[in-house]
């Protein structure tokens, strides 16, 4: 985790922040769009239909711990919110680079949780808000500051407090996997996120 790499400044509420700025969910290929792909990769017994969209399907919200067994239950969380990213860099940014931000599968910034965790973040910063389930607070950090360094957004002071304590080495299981939920094993799917 690369917490020194990142700038520490205030994050103002800067004016003008709409989410249509970061356009989302672009198709990635065929009928999917970058939902869809989250759903499929995040799930368990995942069967889309011809159209892409998810009809058989079964999650784990690492967020809360909740299984969900419909698509209509889950949201796809930004881990670091578009209006988090406004203020603290993105409202610098061209339309193109909000829109590939927004819906990036190559880095942990998209996570399948219940929509119910999902209100209760909001656009609020680690300093204000940690997943229920605490045994994926670390997994939640490490993504959260692989996405700020990897796009240059700046962090507060508190962000970089929260996550001293979790910039130990990712636990492995032993063939070389990075353990599920920081090393909590246990139920129905597979979280599929880079820092778990």
Same mark, same amino acid.
């Not at 400044?9 to 922040?17: C, H, L, S």
């Not at 809360?64 to 209509?72: E, F, K, N, Y």
């Not at 407090?161 to 920081?182: F, I, L, N, Q």
């Given at each position: 985790?690369?917490?020194?790499?990142?700038?520490?400044?205030?994050?103002?509420?800067?004016?003008?922040?709409?989410?249509?700025?970061?356009?989302?969910?672009?198709?990635?290929?065929?009928?999917?769009?970058?939902?869809?792909?989250?759903?499929? =990769?995040?799930? %368990?017994?995942?069967? /889309?239909?011809? #159209?892409?969209? $998810? *009809?058989?399907? !079964?999650?784990?919200? &690492?967020?809360?711990?909740?299984?969900?067994?419909?698509?209509?239950?889950?949201?796809?969380?930004?881990?670091?919110?578009?209006?988090?990213?406004?203020?603290?860099?993105?409202?610098?940014?061209?339309?193109?680079?909000? =829109?590939?931000? %927004?819906?990036?599968? /190559?880095?942990? #910034?998209?996570? $399948? *949780?219940?929509? !119910?965790?999902?209100? &209760?973040?909001?656009?609020?910063?680690?300093?204000?808000?940690?997943?229920?389930?605490?045994?994926?607070?670390?997994?939640?950090?490490?993504?959260?500051?692989?996405?700020?360094?990897?796009?240059?957004?700046?962090?507060?002071?508190?962000?970089?407090?929260?996550?001293?304590?979790?910039?130990?080495?990712?636990?492995?299981?032993?063939?070389?996997?990075?353990?599920?939920?920081?090393?909590?094993?246990?139920?129905?799917?597979?979280?599929?996120?880079?820092?778990?």
């Amino acid at each position: 985790m690369r917490l020194a790499a990142l700038t520490v400044a205030p994050e103002n509420d800067v004016p003008g922040y709409s989410r249509a700025k970061f356009p989302h969910w672009a198709t990635q290929y065929g009928s999917c769009d970058t939902r869809e792909v989250v759903l499929q =990769r995040d799930g %368990a017994d995942v069967t /889309q239909d011809d #159209q892409c969209r $998810a *009809v058989l399907d !079964r999650w784990l919200s &690492a967020y809360d711990g909740v299984v969900l067994d419909a698509a209509s239950k889950v949201d796809i969380d930004h881990i670091v919110p578009l209006k988090e990213a406004w203020r603290s860099g993105a409202s610098q940014w061209t339309t193109e680079q909000r =829109r590939a931000f %927004a819906n990036d599968l /190559q880095r942990s #910034q998209l996570i $399948a *949780v219940s929509a !119910r965790s999902n209100r &209760a973040k909001g656009d609020k910063d680690p300093a204000n808000w940690q997943p229920e389930l605490e045994s994926y607070r670390c997994a939640y950090g490490r993504a959260w500051v692989g996405v700020k360094d990897a796009y240059g957004l700046a962090v507060d002071g508190n962000g970089m407090t929260r996550w001293s304590a979790c910039s130990t080495p990712v636990p492995h299981d032993a063939s070389g996997e990075p353990k599920t939920m920081c090393g909590a094993s246990s139920g129905p799917a597979v979280i599929r996120h880079q820092y778990c």
